[in-house]
């Protein structure tokens, strides 16, 4: 695993909608199904874009139109070669939070190390 992704899997980070000037603009992006969120505090930024998991997205306590409350953002990429899966929390008010990364194996990955696994075992 890269060193980046592994340090974004452990804790969580700051983030920023930095592409976004406004909750609107956030929505929109939400909307289309893709976000791009910023890690702040790595060398110079990571800024990610991410495909949304709908169904995993909690909208429920934002007001866009007045900026006020939170979303929580569920979406997977491809980091540096590893599959993972950004979590976040973002403010609507300072389109700021904390977000961090899950590695996400594949359904390959997966079979290959149960099948490395029953290899060993004899």
Do not use: W
């Not at 949304?52 to 909208?59: N, R």
Request: glycine share 8%; with cysteine.
């Amino acid at each position: 695993m890269n060193e980046l992704v592994q340090r974004l899997c452990k804790g969580e980070h700051p983030i920023a909608a930095e592409r976004s000037e406004s909750a609107i603009e956030l929505k929109e992006q939400i909307d289309r199904g893709f976000v791009l969120l910023k890690f702040t505090e790595t060398k110079g930024g990571t800024e990610l874009g991410s495909q949304l998991d709908k169904e995993s997205c909690k909208l429920e306590e934002a007001d866009f139109e007045n900026s006020t409350g939170q979303v929580h953002l569920v979406g997977d990429l491809i980091l540096n070669y590893d599959r993972v899966r950004l979590i976040a929390d973002v403010d609507l008010k300072t389109l700021k939070g904390k977000g961090r990364l899950e590695l996400v194996e594949s359904e390959e990955e997966i079979l290959a190390r149960e099948a490395s696994k029953g290899a060993t075992s004899h």
